[in-house]
């Protein structure tokens, strides 16, 4: 079983929609949660932090269910320039504190 | 903004080669990372570096692949004998003191193997 695993898409939605993306995780010793954003071929840019109360950046919500394992983010009122590869990642908080990521939601919001 | 310093952009090279990959982490960090990514899959972890030791490194960092931070600046790695396997985006990423802030990363080397 993957450690991350992400719905792979692609979500094609119309400008303005509203879409969801989820994501599992499988080791209950993962301590800290991230949404990134990835564009082709670019690196991996921070979207936002999870914590498990919930918490919200603008457009974007992202919420924690630590018991169901489970990680999730919303996108309210979509832009096109909001068409990315969105990735959930997981960090244990063992000595190299390294990151596991998904492999990746693909979003292509049209006009 | 601090950025990560990733060189060369792009390198091309032949199988049995040896190749370096350079990164300049952000001034004030002490977590490095290497992570690769296979051109459709998902970022993959290589290895990570703490007071100039490895702390972590994956199946994938073998005896083929090595890592350096010679000089207090800059944060190498370097792969002995290429293969076309390796033919992946190369990310270098640093995170500060503590280890549990959020990643930056670098822009990346695509290394191609021919």
């Known amino acids: 079983r993957k450690e991350v695993e992400q719905d792979p898409g692609p979500f094609n939605v119309p400008e303005g929609a509203t879409v969801a993306f989820n994501c599992t995780y499988s080791?209950?010793?993962?301590?800290?949660f991230f949404w990134y954003r990835q564009d082709c071929r670019k690196e991996p840019k921070l979207l936002m932090s999870?914590?498990?109360s919930g918490n919200e950046d603008g457009r974007f919500t992202a919420q924690l269910n630590r018991a169901s394992q489970y990680i999730s983010l919303l996108i309210r009122d979509s832009k096109l320039s909001d068409s990315a590869t969105y990735l959930c990642?997981?960090?244990?908080?063992?000595?190299?504190?390294?990151?596991?990521f998904g492999s990746g939601t693909r979003l292509l919001v049209r006009p | 903004e601090p950025e990560v310093t990733q060189t060369p952009s792009h390198q091309v090279t032949q199988m049995g080669q040896e190749v370096i990959l350079r990164c300049v982490p952000i001034?004030?960090?002490?977590?490095f990372y290497w992570y690769r990514q296979i051109l459709g899959q998902k970022v993959e972890f290589l290895v990570s570096?703490?007071?100039?030791?490895?702390?972590?490194k994956s199946e994938i960092f073998d005896d083929q692949f090595s890592v350096e931070r010679p000089d207090g600046s800059n944060f190498t790695l370097k792969i002995r004998s290429t293969k076309l396997e390796d033919s992946a985006m190369y990310f270098c990423?640093?995170?500060?003191?503590?280890?549990?802030?959020?990643?930056?990363f670098g822009s990346g080397t695509r290394l191609t193997v021919v």
């Open positions: 001034s004030n960090h002490l977590y």
């Open positions: 990642v997981v960090r244990r908080m063992d000595s190299s504190y390294k990151l596991i």
């Open positions: 999870v914590y498990s």
């Open positions: 080791n209950s010793a993962s301590q800290s």
């Open positions: 570096f703490y007071n100039n030791e490895i702390s972590e």
């Open positions: 990423a640093s995170s500060e003191e503590s280890g549990t802030g959020p990643y930056t």
